[in-house]
């Protein structure tokens, strides 16, 4: 959606550098940086330790330095193989569990994780470098069994409530080093453009300003002191503008200008990096300047943002990891051979499989002249100097307070809170919310008792399918919360609201909305319309099955993203955006009901993180906007919504 000028004006707080010369730049607009910041990072250089990694690398063969650089996936290396080729780093994927088992215990990973650090500090090396593993924890823990999962960062921009963001990345820390795991990717902060891109629910929001408060709260929350038990060291994704690319592609062409670029994509991270990110994630995407119409490809080739602007100008000093094989879209690049990417200053590669491959491959390009030495010990020092500061040289996460602890994976009330926080009230007509207690519900959809829909993505498995509830461990749907709450013998469940009469029912709770997707498989392509019902049948038949039936039908819409819904929130009365609240669909229900006395428990306070769209084909900047950005309905505020125009469903939208 589109973005506030007043929000860009927020970032010019921060100092703007001096022009490294030539013909002087145009003056940017009033508000607006002209140029990439320098931002002062919290955590400074020390020269103790800086002459420590100068002794190590010094000692290194160029096999030990690339096999720092080197992360492969746990599901294709071994413990004994990391000892061997002295790997830096390794990482579970989505769906990659102990021993291949998604209901394996804290206690499996957490051995897991020491068998591997056992044994990269086993190596023949003049110093042992211990590794580290990373995961996406992007919403808790999402991978682990019985690990609370929170509302997706779509959810969170709703709360506006950077405190709450910096709760949560606290809490998914702690569960992490309870697995033995100390580096997360995250947060995500992207600003995303189109809803039609899969992972706008990693998204925060489309104001840049909100971002980059966001940005920073979370690394704060993850990072802590860095040394702490309870401390991980972040990655902040997916540099840059992965969430600007034309019709919302996943892994595509950001058409943007480079002033656009500053000020729009690059916010996050002028907050992540001043609270001390220690990692940056490179995108997939790439970049063509629409002010020049120049094309400077994949940003994992891309030598003016990745070193230049990141590591020159910003004053990154942490390391720049790869997205998971992504070297292999850089032109004239595979799998497991890129020395473009290496040069454009991608420090560790991601390479899940092909990891053997990579190091021969690295090792005869660097013998060969094509990476400079300096540049290998330029990775290698990154590397070593984020494992030091984080402490990993001097304590291995075995030795942890909170390895192997069960309870250090659940934060119920906090997810609780935050679903409070998130959800968003567009439509009440007459005050039917909250209800009443007293008469008997009927509840309908396909999500009023799916932990899997209500979470999303990224959960226990990567596109966060094939699950069912027994695969979550913890956490409560919706209906299960409403029948805790009201009595089960009040609350009627029918999932497609056959064989049931709504008169019969005091009101209807309609549970519906989107299912689990994850980056690439998530995207709406172009030219296809962004219409809920066009891709989710089964709701507007239900909607239309039970709406206007003598009760008023209250509708909680589970999504990812902004979509075109004007046939669903004319059937309803009214109609909450829910998000991907995640497994504590409990919080949903606090502010639905009314209490036990007849008076209102908690009000609404989120707002729309984006704008919500009245066109099914126009889904980018400058579309027609139903709902604006910041739009939430309160109890103490009431507003009707008139009845909306219902355009039939185009099968495909008009090429542009």
Not at 301 to 319: I, P, Q, Y
Not at 501 to 522: C, K, L, N
Request: proline share 5%; hydrophobic share 40%.
């Amino acid at each position: 959606m589109g973005v506030s000028r007043l929000s860009l004006a927020l970032l010019a707080v921060l100092a703007l550098p001096a022009s490294a010369g030539g013909a002087p730049k145009p003056a940017p607009a009033p508000g607006l940086l002209a140029d990439w910041p320098a931002v002062k990072s919290p955590i400074g250089r020390d020269p103790v330790i800086e002459r420590r990694i100068a002794g190590i690398v010094a000692g290194m063969t160029l096999e030990q330095k690339i096999g720092q650089m080197t992360q492969a996936d746990v599901r294709y290396i071994t413990p004994d193989e990391v000892r061997r080729y002295q790997l830096g780093s390794v990482l579970n994927g989505g769906g990659a569990w102990p021993a291949m088992n998604k209901h394996a215990g804290v206690r499996q990973w957490a051995d897991l994780a020491a068998a591997f650090h056992t044994a990269s500090m086993q190596t023949d090396a003049k110093v042992k470098i211990p590794l580290i593993w990373g995961t996406d924890a992007v919403h808790g823990h999402n991978n682990v069994f019985g690990a609370t999962v929170f509302p997706h960062n779509i959810g969170l921009g709703a709360a506006r409530d950077p405190a709450l963001v910096e709760e949560i990345a606290r809490a998914t820390a702690r569960a992490a080093r309870a697995t033995g795991i100390s580096w997360v990717f995250a947060p995500t902060v992207a600003v995303a453009q189109d809803q039609r891109w899969g992972r706008t629910y990693e998204s925060y929001s489309s104001d840049p300003a909100l971002v980059r408060r966001y940005g920073e709260a979370a690394v704060r929350g993850l990072q802590g002191r860095l040394t702490g038990d309870g401390d991980v060291v972040a990655s902040v994704k997916h540099f840059l503008a992965d969430g600007g690319t034309q019709h919302g592609n996943d892994q595509g062409e950001a058409r943007t200008s480079l002033a656009e670029l500053i000020n729009i994509h690059g916010a996050g991270y002028y907050g992540a990096l001043a609270a001390g990110a220690q990692t940056v994630m490179a995108s997939y995407s790439s970049w063509t300047d629409a002010g020049t119409g120049t094309a400077h490809g994949k940003m994992h080739g891309n030598r003016a943002l990745l070193t230049d602007a990141l590591k020159g100008r910003m004053g990154f000093d942490g390391f720049v990891v790869s997205d998971w094989n992504a070297i292999e879209q850089v032109p004239g690049c595979t799998k497991d051979h890129c020395p473009a990417s290496i040069n454009a200053g991608v420090d560790m590669v991601m390479v899940p499989e092909d990891w053997r491959a990579f190091i021969a491959n690295t090792a005869a390009d660097v013998k060969a002249g094509r990476i400079p030495m300096a540049r290998i010990d330029d990775a290698v020092t990154r590397i070593l100097r984020v494992k030091m500061r984080s402490g990993l040289f001097d304590r291995l996460p075995a030795r942890s307070a909170l390895n192997g602890r069960a309870d250090a994976l659940e934060a119920r009330a906090l997810a609780r809170r935050a679903v409070q926080e998130s959800l968003v009230l567009l439509k009440n007509d007459r005050g039917v919310l909250p209800l009443r207690r007293g008469g008997r519900l009927l509840v309908v959809g396909k999500s009023a008792d799916s932990l899997s829909n209500q979470s999303g993505g990224w959960t226990r498995t990567w596109q966060g399918t094939e699950n069912v509830n027994a695969d979550f461990g913890t956490g409560e749907t919706l209906l299960a919360a409403l029948r805790e709450t009201l009595g089960a013998e009040t609350v009627v469940f029918s999932e497609t609201g056959a064989e049931v009469d709504p008169a019969d029912f005091s009101a209807v709770i309609a549970i519906v909305g989107e299912t689990p997707y994850a980056e690439y498989i998530g995207d709406v392509d172009w030219p296809a319309p962004l219409h809920h019902s066009a891709r989710y049948k089964e709701d507007l038949e239900l909607l239309s099955k039970v709406a206007g039936r003598g009760a008023p039908v209250v509708t909680i819409f589970y999504s990812g993203r902004t979509v075109y819904a004007n046939d669903l929130i004319d059937r309803s009365d009214a109609f909450v955006a829910a998000w991907l609240p995640g497994t504590e669909a409990g919080g949903i229900a606090d502010l639905i009901l009314r209490s036990e006395t007849g008076g209102i428990r908690q009000d609404f306070r989120g707002t729309l993180p984006f704008a919500w769209p009245s066109d099914a084909c126009a889904t980018g900047p400058g579309a027609p906007i139903l709902f604006q950005r910041g739009y939430g309905l309160r109890y103490d505020t009431p507003k009707e919504v008139p009845n909306l125009a219902v355009a039939a469903a185009p099968r495909t939208c008009a090429a542009g």
